[in-house]
């Protein structure tokens, strides 16, 4: 079966096509971070309407790229939600009417559960069920227990900012650009050990929940009382990065203790954090993370899930029906 993946819930238009027998074959992205970069953030009206001039372009490139044509599609999945409701709607209306016009079957996919599956794109991993995942990305953190494809219990998340978006925050602040996280995480490779310490929030009290304001605001008081020196601005990105990579890794080995679980799974942008990656390997449990170009929004891991929907005979009706808010606990197991 060979499904056509449409994502364009943010700021990027992903179209790729997996084929269940030969994997993905084809892959392309077009990302607005240059559009939004003098807003110092994503404009929901302008990630609209440049959908809508790339989607159908990038389309066409991935049939030419995996050398099919239209009537060799058998199903097109697209990212319902969660997201910018305008930007859904753009991937939703062409995804839903292109499958119309075709007279094939669409689904429409959980973008969290895209990120969240993500690890299986890499063909030389095999992950088992059960595991816990750690959705760590620009508008989530969570932990889920995942028990098959579709069956999500969501052990813990954040009360305030996504851990992606203090990322983003912090670097703002520190001058660093947008989106600042990576910018961020590379300068914290040349901040002195030990030379400011952050509080580790949420540790103390039992569960699994995060918070991740007050360290932006923390990283922020710590600038404004310092010399404002390039070296001070990445020995607080090192201690920024040092307290979410710690506050991360202690709720991950909390979450695999309390689902009994022995396999992790890391996913979303943040998952590309190299210090995050090295951190987590000294789990006492199997830790998998996605392709690094697969970790930020893409097309591919909304074609995978789509194909693994459609194969297990999920299709829904011919509506147009975006949904902005959608937990990952309403969906069904396949
Ligand atoms: P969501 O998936 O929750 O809707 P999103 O799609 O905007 O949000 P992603 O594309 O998964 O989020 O990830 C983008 C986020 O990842 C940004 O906040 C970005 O700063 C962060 N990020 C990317 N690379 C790194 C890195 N190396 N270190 C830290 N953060 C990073
Ligand atoms: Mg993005
Ligand atoms: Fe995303």
């Not at 992205?29 to 001039?53: K, M, N, T």
């Not at 305030?160 to 989106?179: I, N």
Request: proline share 5%; with cysteine.
């Amino acid at each position: 079966m060979k499904v056509l993946g449409i994502e364009s819930s943010c700021d990027e238009t992903g179209i790729a096509i997996y084929d269940t027998d030969k994997g993905l074959i084809a892959d392309q992205l077009y990302s607005q971070v240059a559009l939004h970069a003098e807003y110092g953030g994503v404009v929901p009206e302008l990630a609209s309407r440049d959908h809508i001039q790339k989607t159908t372009p990038l389309i066409k490139a991935a049939l030419k790229e995996s050398g099919l044509s239209f009537k060799d599609i058998d199903g097109i999945a697209y990212t319902r939600g969660p997201g910018l409701i305008g930007a859904l709607m753009v991937g939703a209306s062409i995804g839903r009417s292109l499958a119309w016009g075709l007279g094939i079957p669409a689904v429409g996919v959980h973008h969290m559960e895209g990120h969240l599956l993500a690890p299986m794109l890499d063909e030389n991993q095999t992950i088992d069920f059960p595991f816990v995942a750690l959705l760590v990305s620009g508008g989530h953190t969570m932990l889920v227990e995942v028990k098959a494809i579709g069956d999500y219990r969501i052990m813990g998340e954040s009360l305030d900012d996504a851990v992606g978006e203090a990322f983003d925050k912090t670097a703002k602040m520190l001058g660093l650009g947008y989106p600042g996280g990576p910018v961020l995480a590379a300068l914290a490779e040349k901040g002195e050990p030990g030379a400011y310490d952050f509080p580790r929030p949420m540790i103390r009290q039992g569960g699994l929940d995060f918070s991740y304001s007050g360290l932006k605001t923390f990283a922020l008081t710590t600038w404004n009382s310092s010399t404002k020196t390039e070296q001070v601005k990445a020995n607080i990105s090192h201690a920024f990065q040092e307290a979410v990579v710690d506050t991360l890794f202690i709720k991950c080995k909390r979450a695999l203790k309390d689902a009994e679980a022995k396999r992790l799974i890391i996913a979303g942008g943040v998952g590309a954090n190299k210090r995050l990656r090295e951190k987590l390997q000294e789990l006492p449990a199997d830790v998998f993370f996605p392709p690094m170009k697969y970790c930020t929004d893409n097309g591919a891991m909304i074609a995978y899930a789509g194909a693994l929907r459609l194969q297990a005979g999920q299709t829904e009706p011919a509506e147009i029906q975006p949904k902005p808010r959608w937990s990952l606990e309403e969906l069904n197991a396949i």
